[in-house]
C-alpha cells in the first residue's frame, strides 16, 4: 500500500506539472459529465475559455479514461500525449484523480486571432485525490510555475495545442 501511495504521489505532480491550468468551478464528482465547449475568444475572456477547458479535463481524469483526453487537445500536442501517458499511468493502478483543481495566481492573453488564443499564465496544482478501490491519497499542492499555453479551436472546441513552461 505505501508502494502504491508514493508512486500517486510521484505522479500527482509529474501529471500537475504537465498541464496543470486553471480552475476555480467544477464538479468533484467521478465520472462527471464532460462540460460542453465554450464560446469563441472574441466572445469569452481568453481566461474564462482556459478555465472551462480544465473543468472538462478535470472530468475526464475523474472518469479515469486517457483516451477521453483526445478532443481536449490538437492532434500534435506534445502535452496531450504527456497528459494521456500520465493518466494511463494512474489508470493501470487502477486509479482515477477527483477534485483535480490548479489555483490561477496570474494570467493574461498574450493574443488572440481567429481559431487561436494564446495565454501566460502562473499556476499551481492546488488539489485532487487519487483514489481506487481501497486508496485514497491527496495529492500534494505544487509551486506555482510560469507557463504559456497555445489554444486552438478546432470543430467548434477549444484544444490545447502546446504548454511551454517559462524560467
Known amino acids: ?98 477534485g483535480l483543481r490548479s489555483q490561477l495566481l496570474a494570467g493574461r492573453v498574450v493574443s488572440r486571432a481567429r481559431g487561436r488564443l494564446v495565454l501566460r499564465i502562473t499556476d499551481r496544482l492546488a488539489r485532487g485525490t487519487a483514489v481506487g478501490a481501497r486508496t485514497r491519497v491527496a495529492l500534494p499542492a505544487a509551486v506555482p510555475r510560469r507557463r504559456v499555453v497555445v489554444l486552438r479551436r478546432k470543430a467548434g472546441q477549444w484544444r490545447v495545442a502546446s504548454v511551454r513552461m517559462l524560467p
Open 1 to 98: 500500500m505505501l508502494g502504491v501511495a508514493a508512486g500517486v504521489l510521484a505522479l500527482g505532480v509529474a501529471a500537475g506539472a504537465l498541464v496543470a491550468v486553471v480552475v476555480p468551478g467544477g464538479s468533484d464528482r467521478p465520472g462527471a459529465a464532460v462540460p460542453p465547449a465554450t464560446p469563441t475568444a472574441g466572445v469569452a475572456d481568453g481566461l474564462a475559455v482556459l478555465a472551462a477547458w480544465d473543468r472538462r479535463r478535470a472530468a475526464v481524469w475523474a472518469a479515469g479514461d486517457p483516451a477521453a483526453l483526445r478532443p481536449l487537445y490538437t492532434r500534435n500536442s506534445r502535452a496531450g500525449r504527456r497528459d494521456r501517458a500520465a493518466l494511463a499511468a494512474y489508470a493501470d493502478r487502477g486509479l482515477r484523480v477527483v
